[in-house]
């Protein structure tokens, strides 16, 4: 069993930044693909970003530009880090993992999910 917990939500102003973590249970990542997803509520999980256990990266339109994915070298930790936030990336975000390859858009390809952690942006 793998257990993810994120971290790093909060409350911010427009225009601000935020780091998310996500802290992995094990550190043999290196075959697993990793994401992050956000949802609010009465909405379906959406695919924030990506990232292979190549290292390769992959964003949803929405957040392309502003947000940037990235694991430790260890791949025990899972980045986010979202910069000139926006009233509409409020919500929910959850860590993702599963071993590779995964249906990227697909919330019911990854087995293992975090808790989630709450971004609020206000305007």
């Known amino acids: 069993q793998i257990y993810l917990a994120e971290s790093g939500g909060d409350s911010v102003q427009a225009g601000g930044s935020l780091r998310l973590s996500c802290a992995a249970s094990?550190?043999?990542?290196?075959?697993?693909?990793m994401a992050w997803f956000r949802q609010v509520p009465g909405k379906e999980r959406e695919r924030v970003a990506f990232?292979?256990?190549?290292?390769?990266?992959a964003y949803g339109d929405s957040v392309k530009g502003r947000f940037a994915i990235s694991a430790s070298d260890a791949r025990d930790t899972l980045y986010l880090q979202m910069n000139n936030l926006k009233a509409e990336d409020t919500a929910m975000y959850y860590c993702?993992?599963?071993?590779?390859?995964?249906?990227?858009?697909?919330?019911?390809?990854?087995?293992?999910w975090g808790q989630g952690t709450q971004v609020t942006v206000s305007s």
């Open positions: 993702a993992a599963d071993i590779c390859p995964v249906a990227i858009l697909t919330p019911s390809s990854y087995g293992y």
């Open positions: 094990e550190s043999r990542y290196s075959r697993y693909c």
């Open positions: 990232i292979d256990s190549d290292g390769s990266t």
